[in-house]
């Protein structure tokens, strides 16, 4: 796959994503309105979509039909979409401005902003549910996925990683603290968005092992990257710990390398259908935003 394929690559799945989002959303008129709009506005603003895209690579990479995964992966977009709609909040990153919009506080109240947070972190363990059932997975597997699911949300995922990168706020970050938080705050869930493609596929413990490794890498490369890239200007204001502050920008690019090899050297062993993996782990690496 060049260049130029993947970028035909990611248009297409991306549109697959905002259709199925689209469809699984409620209608802005769905009572009460504000609530629904709000909810609408943060899942459709213009995004990347590596999630869902991640999630349907890797279903594909171990032998599954990547749209067997377009629904789990919009559960997954459901958590991190909350997870943003939150992080923007002034109690927390306090942000103006999401995915080139006014951020969903300032368009609806921060009170709306909160219930819509909280209302998709639900919906998404339901439509997980309702994606696998229609997929035909056995129950095992759902269980499975929905575990992830949780697993990558909670106390061991993005709420563990937000809490300390919170709580390191004007204060020194050790390295270790700062892998904590990158495993957690970011991570988490693109480690479980390879997972759970890998499950819906119905694949074998040795390739979800590969998978495993490459999502666990992948996900520390991006935030790593995203640091690099200070896109968030707001960690500068906020006075938050990044990779960049602790490690320094040198160091902090020869590990975003390393991650994206060790994510490579993962999946060395699939097959050619393995290769959108592949290249969105240079991707996430060499991206300029």
């Known amino acids: 796959?060049?260049?130029?394929?993947?970028?035909?690559?990611?248009?297409?799945?991306?549109?697959?994503?905002n259709?199925?989002?689209?469809?699984?959303?409620?209608?802005?008129?769905?009572?009460?309105?504000?609530?629904?709009?709000?909810?609408?506005?943060?899942?459709?603003?213009?995004?990347?979509?590596?999630?869902?895209?991640?999630?349907?690579?890797?279903?594909?990479?171990?032998?599954?039909?990547?749209?067997?995964?377009?629904?789990l992966g919009c559960a997954l977009e459901y958590i991190h979409a909350y997870s943003l709609i939150h992080d923007d909040l002034p109690v927390m990153d306090n942000d103006d401005f999401r995915r080139g919009q006014p951020t969903s506080h300032k368009v609806f109240g921060e009170a709306i902003a909160i219930v819509a947070g909280d209302a998709l972190n639900s919906e998404a363990f339901g439509l997980a549910v309702a994606?696998?059932?229609?997929?035909?997975?056995?129950?095992?597997?759902?269980?499975?996925?929905?575990?992830?699911?949780a697993l990558a949300s909670g106390l061991s995922g993005i709420v563990a990683g937000q809490a300390l990168d919170l709580l390191k706020r004007g204060q020194p970050c050790s390295p270790e603290e700062m892998d904590f938080i990158i495993r957690r705050k970011t991570g988490a869930l693109i480690r479980a968005a390879a997972r759970i493609g890998a499950l819906a596929a119905g694949c074998g413990k040795r390739d979800l092992g590969r998978i495993t490794g490459y999502g666990e890498a992948v996900g520390q490369a991006f935030q790593i990257k995203d640091d690099l890239l200070d896109e968030a200007a707001s960690d500068r204001g906020n006075q938050s710990a990044t990779y960049v502050s602790v490690h320094g920008r040198e160091q902090a690019q020869a590990r975003a390398a390393e991650l994206r090899d060790q994510a490579l050297a993962a999946i060395q062993s699939l097959g050619e259908a393995a290769e959108p993996l592949?290249?969105?782990?240079?991707?996430?690496?060499?991206?300029e935003t």
Do not use: H
Request: proline share 7%; with cysteine.
């Open 131 to 149: 994606a696998a059932r229609e997929a035909g997975l056995k129950p095992a597997a759902a269980l499975a996925i929905v575990e992830e699911l």
């Open 278 to 287: 592949r290249l969105l782990a240079r991707y996430m690496v060499d991206r």
């Open 1 to 17: 796959m060049t260049e130029a394929e993947l970028v035909s690559y990611l248009k297409q799945r991306r549109s697959w994503v």
């Open 19 to 71: 259709q199925a989002l689209e469809k699984f959303l409620p209608g802005e008129d769905n009572p009460p309105s504000p609530l629904s709009r709000a909810v609408r506005y943060s899942v459709l603003a213009e995004g990347k979509r590596l999630r869902p895209i991640l999630c349907m690579a890797a279903c594909e990479a171990v032998g599954g039909d990547p749209r067997q995964a377009l629904g």
